[in-house]
Nanobody, 122 residues
Framework: VQLQASGGGLVQAGGSLRLSCVAF????????MGWFRQAPGKEREFVAA????????NYADSVKDRFTISRDNAKNMVYLQMDSLKPEDTAVYYC????????????????WGQGTLVTVSS
């Protein structure tokens, strides 16, 4: 399985970006997916996750009501719509495949994309 994230860039505070992640390989629709981020000098942190069918989502408190995770199993894609961006959202964002039914720790995910940089200016 290979994951490829895209869509990062430079945006002003209050703006929006949509990240995309395409999965190459079989069984995409059988797994939950997640987004994590890592800011300079900080540990990787959970952002959002979505179940295999898309019916269940989880968000970090810091992004709740601003970010929306979604997926299109027909296209092997998972998305992260980011609205009302803040400078503290600046980080490299990673998509990842979840091993089991639940989990918000990095150890709960087995395949990772290469990351896409989001920079939010004040």
């Amino acid at each position: 399985v290979q994951l490829q994230a895209s869509g990062g860039g430079l945006v002003q505070a209050g703006g929006s970006l949509r990240l995309s992640c395409v999965a190459f390989g079989s069984s995409f629709r059988s797994y939950g997916m997640g987004w994590f981020r890592q800011a300079p000098g900080k540990e990787r942190e959970f952002v959002a996750a979505i179940s295999w069918g898309g019916g269940s989502t989880n968000y970090a408190d810091s992004v709740k009501d601003r970010f929306t995770i979604s997926r299109d199993n027909a296209k092997n894609m998972v998305y992260l719509q980011m609205d009302s961006l803040k400078p503290e959202d600046t980080a490299v964002y990673y998509c990842a495949r979840r091993r089991g039914l639940n989990g918000m720790r990095a150890a709960d995910y087995d395949y990772w994309g290469q990351g896409t940089l989001v920079t939010v200016s004040s």
